[in-house]
């Protein structure tokens, strides 16, 4: 049973890399952190690992978030249990340098990256109430990315870079109109650039590819640990209790791209991503 003066943290992506470094960090502040995952058998690695020398507080719950239906499933699963969501970290992120499609139909990177993500705090949302918190790692790929509206899948523009800069601009827009549609709901919505992090994000796990280039510069690159500060700021700081629809870095509201300040685009996109899910925000 989960006390009433515990706060309850959601992270996705919570197996390896910044995900895992923030679902450390949370549960040393005394949260109740539920781990996010697609692989069960990584998952159950990673709590091991977690847990094996710490008294903390975390549970492992299994989510494809390439799959809305295994998004649905989850979030019905984790209101059985839970009694709300102090703070969700949407941390998960993919990249491939080929173009794949999710369960559902999607490009990929824009399926997991942001309407996975979208369909996930939707649903979360009546689970929510005044003073939580939702924190969206983006990247600053963003500063070269557009949102093809006319071509989302990217049947016809796809490469790596399109693909990831699409769904990380599609982060923050999402972060700016998500904050304006509920800014009287007292939760705030934040988006963070961690910086250019050593992680297996890129990484073929089928054919190892990108683990080399990973490697040899690795020096140049921020732990996983440096990588989550401004996520876990965002997440548990009260200077930024009051802070929503803002991108930060290094723990500081940062400068984005013009494509990311678009009104416009960030209602087209939302619009967009409500049709897709067939999950409508409902307007108070």
């Known amino acids: 049973m989960i006390s009433d003066d515990k706060k309850i943290a959601v992270v996705t992506g919570a197996n390896s890399g910044m995900g895992k470094a923030t679902v450390a960090a949370l549960a040393d502040q005394g949260y109740t952190v539920v781990m996010l995952c697609r692989s069960k058998e990584r998952g159950e690695t990673a709590l091991q690992e977690l847990t094996s020398q710490h008294n903390r507080d975390i549970q492992l719950m299994q ?5 809305m239906a295994d998004i649905r499933r989850f979030t019905d699963e984790f209101k059985q249990f839970y009694p709300r969501v102090d703070v969700l970290i949407n941390n998960a992120g993919v990249i491939s340098l080929d173009r794949r499609e999710t369960a559902d139909g999607i490009e990929e ?3 997991v990256n942001h309407i996975g993500h979208f369909l996930l705090t939707l649903r979360l949302l009546d689970w929510m109430s005044e003073g ?3 924190v969206v790692v983006a990247s600053g790929a963003h500063k070269v990315g557009r949102i093809h509206f006319e071509d989302y899948n990217l049947r016809n523009h ?8 699409q769904s990380k601009l599609a982060n923050i827009l999402f972060t700016r109109e998500l904050a304006l549609r509920i800014k009287d709901r007292g939760i705030t919505v934040n988006c963070a650039h961690p910086g250019a992090v050593a992680t297996s994000m890129g990484v073929d796990r089928n054919t190892g590819f990108g683990k080399s280039i990973t490697g040899l510069l690795k020096h140049i ?3 996983p640990e440096e990588g989550a500060r401004t996520a876990i700021y965002l997440a548990t700081s009260s200077k930024v209790s009051n802070k929503t629809g803002k991108y930060f870095y ?3 509201v940062a400068k984005t791209s013009k494509a990311a300040k678009s009104k416009k685009s960030a209602k087209r996109l939302f619009e967009i991503s ?3 899910t067939d999950e409508y925000l409902e307007m108070d």
């Open 63 to 67: 989510c494809d978030l390439g799959s």
């Open 274 to 276: 409500e049709q897709l």
């Open 109 to 111: 990177q824009f399926g």
């Open 158 to 165: 796809f490469n790596a870079i399109n693909a990831y800069s």
């Open 132 to 134: 939580s918190r939702i």
């Open 221 to 223: 690159f921020l732990t």
């Open 250 to 252: 290094k723990c500081q």
